[in-house]
């Protein structure tokens, strides 16, 4: 079937603003995964998901940043009172829970 | 913890001759080894893995690493490089289960005509 999908995929956000990313992982994955790729710089990870549990969420920046994905399928990735280090890629990633992980497209985030 | 440094940031090299693409990892525990390229406007794809056994693994399109434990190095490596190769490779180590995968700051591989 298809494979990851993230939206939206441009997103400007003036400074201050609450953004919400979505994933859409590949059907039956139980593994998701969340990165932040900064310009120049190697994917951070964020935080996991094992279906709907949040198993680490160890990379998360800062308590503005919360994700979810309450039926094991769909996660949103939510920023609240963007700062413009917030500035970045966010990659998504799902796995059938092996070592293998499939990224989708990512959503460039611009705080101006 | 476990960390990735990829030595080279930019790689130019003409075509059709040999490069090797350096990542040397830190980790206290068993990882896993993988090698990622990202082409120009598209998303991360897995090229190559090291989970265990024999220490020299192949992709399809030609690159090789070769998992060297004692010198804590995964380096990539092809003959004979094509334009086609052009992109972003990212040298990450993940631990038992595929969990927190650390990713290097990458190399941008440059194939000149």
């Known amino acids: 079937g298809a494979g990851v999908s993230q939206s939206p995929r441009y997103k400007v956000a003036k400074r201050g603003q609450d953004v919400a990313l979505r994933c859409d992982p590949i059907?039956?994955?139980?593994?998701l995964f969340w990165y932040q790729q900064a310009l120049g710089q190697g994917p951070e990870f964020l935080t996991y998901?094992?279906?709907?549990?949040?198993?680490?969420k160890s990379g998360l920046p800062s308590d503005r940043f919360f994700a979810e994905r309450p039926e094991g399928s769909v996660s949103t990735l939510k920023i609240q009172r963007t700062q413009q280090e917030d500035s970045a890629v966010y990659l998504c990633?799902?796995?059938?829970?092996?070592?293998?992980?499939?990224f989708g497209p990512g959503t460039r985030l611009t705080v101006l | 913890a476990q960390s990735v440094t990829q030595l080279d940031s930019q790689v130019p090299v003409f075509e059709e001759a040999p490069v090797e693409l350096r990542c040397n990892y830190s980790?206290?525990?068993?990882?896993?080894l993988f090698w990622y390229v990202q082409y120009p406007n598209q998303g991360l794809q897995l090229l190559l893995k090291?989970?265990?056994?024999?220490?020299l693994v192949k992709s399809i399109n030609g690159f090789e690493a070769e998992f060297n434990k004692s010198q804590t190095s995964f380096h990539l490596r092809k003959p004979s490089v094509h334009i086609s190769d052009t992109a972003e490779y990212f040298c990450?180590?993940?631990?038992?289960?595929?969990?927190?995968?650390?990713f290097g700051a990458g190399t941008r591989l440059f194939v000149k005509a």
């Open positions: 998901f094992q279906n709907e549990a949040q198993l680490d």
């Open positions: 980790s206290s525990v068993s990882v896993y």
């Open positions: 059907s039956g994955h139980v593994s």
């Open positions: 090291y989970l265990s056994g024999s220490t």
């Open positions: 990450a180590v993940g631990g038992l289960g595929g969990f927190k995968t650390i």
């Open positions: 990633a799902s796995s059938p829970l092996t070592d293998t992980q499939y």
